[in-house]
C-alpha cells in the first residue's frame, strides 16, 4: 500500500510539472497508481491555470501576437521596405 501511495504522488508531482517517467509508468506493481497521479497532477495544473487566467480576464490565446511592441512591427512592418528578422538577406 505504501509503494502505491508513493508512485501515486510521485505522478501527482511529475504531472503538475509535465513530466512523466516512462519508467516507473511501466513497472508492473505501481505503473497503474503513478499513472493515475499523473493524470490528476495535469488536472490540477490545469484547473490552477484556467483560475490564474479567469482572475486576470484573459479570455483569448497568450499566444495570438506578439507580446512587446517592437515585436509587432517587426512581425508586422508598416511599410513595404521593412523586413522581419526571419528573413533572409537579399542575394546581390
Do not use: C, K
Not at 4 to 23: H, I, K, T, W
Not at 60 to 74: H, I, K, T, Y
Amino acid at each position: 500500500m505504501d509503494d502505491a501511495l508513493v508512485a501515486y504522488n510521485a505522478g501527482r508531482v511529475d504531472g503538475a510539472a509535465g513530466y512523466r517517467d516512462p519508467q516507473i509508468a511501466g513497472d508492473p506493481e505501481v505503473g497503474a497508481d503513478y499513472r493515475i497521479g499523473l493524470l490528476d497532477g495535469r488536472v490540477a495544473a490545469y484547473h490552477l491555470i484556467s483560475e490564474v487566467r479567469r482572475i486576470l480576464g484573459v479570455t483569448g490565446s497568450l499566444f495570438a501576437e506578439p507580446d512587446e511592441p517592437w515585436q509587432r512591427a517587426v512581425a508586422e512592418p508598416d511599410e513595404p521596405w521593412q523586413r522581419t528578422v526571419a528573413e533572409p538577406d537579399e542575394p546581390r
